[in-house]
């Protein structure tokens, strides 16, 4: 069987060309539901995935007149993408995802249905002040962490942790189903302090290229005791006045971001995690295993540490579970 998978988010689009579970091939357009929110229009959005769909299919090389299925993920299923969905209210599992799955006709794509899967948020209440904290919603993550569980085995209670520049904490209950998330925006943060503040040129506009464990954890201390902002200006202060590398300082502005980040998924209202719970680590490899190092650093952490192999698409993995659990494939 031939799958096309179609991962879109705010920025980019990525499409996967199957034969069953082996990857024949993928393509990538710079766009996404940013593109719609910004020109009102979901031309673009609809032009740079069809773009990325038949350079899939033609890397792939398909025989003519083979039947594919395409599956989607991701923000395209939100009201500024290709086809809305509601999001699914947690807990919700690959059961609850896999009958919410929708299908919908877009020829400007591909003659086929295209199945979308929902997003998932914490509870329905009306939003105030006093519980804003508790609410939090995912478009996209949901599948990834299908994919979590169903790639690596894994049997909650859970908390799977999705570094990027929106970071996701995924918390699993016992019943495998998606308890509620947390969000953070904790790599736009590096990436806004690394580049467009007085620490540019401190760190050369450079990120850590490779973990350095005590400066990471200087980081991480001192955001603790004194915030996440006199912890950034520190940078400035190693800068001028100390002997440390551009790696090490890079590894102390990690440290304290990541550690923000911590302490949002330790104190937040939106799910609980005990200190007990087996929290399993993914993403690129600097993040994953700077988060694993503050975890396994951290005695309020007493759970098991997983960090997740490299994997091309937990998005495609997770696509297949609920596909082949509704019977789509």
Partial sequence: MYIITIDTGTTNTRVCAWQDTRLLAEAARPVGVRDTAISGSTETLMRGVSEAVQDALSQARIPAGEKVVYLSAGMITSNVGLCEIPHL???????????????????????????????????????????????????????????????????????????????????????????????????????????????????????????????????????????????????????????????????????????????????SKAFTVTPDTHVIVCGKDTLKFAFATLIDNDPWFTGKITIAPANRSLSSSGLFAMASRRQII
């Fill in 89 to 267: 209210l947690a807990p919700a599992g690959l059961d609850e995802l896999a009958q919410g799955m929708v299908s919908a006709h877009l020829p400007a794509i591909t003659d086929e249905p295209v199945w979308f899967v929902p997003g998932i948020r914490n509870h329905n209440a009306p939003i105030t002040l006093d519980n804003a904290e508790q609410m939090d919603m995912m478009r996209g993550e949901e599948t990834e962490a299908i994919g979590v569980l169903a790639s690596l085995d894994i049997a909650g209670p859970a908390l799977i942790i999705l570094p990027g520049s929106h970071s996701k904490f995924v918390k699993i209950d016992a019943q495998n189903r998606i308890e509620g998330c947390v969000t953070t925006i904790g790599g736009e943060m590096l990436d806004v302090i690394t580049r467009h503040t007085i620490l540019a040129s401190s760190l050369n506009l450079q990120f850590a290229s490779e973990i350095d464990a005590p400066s990471l954890m200087q980081g991480a201390n001192q955001c603790l005791t004194t915030g996440l902002s006199r912890t950034c200006f520190s940078v400035r202060v190693l800068d001028m006045f100390g002997e440390l590398t551009l790696n090490q300082k890079a590894n102390v502005l990690l440290g304290a971001v990541l550690q923000d980040d911590l302490q949002a998924v330790k104190n």
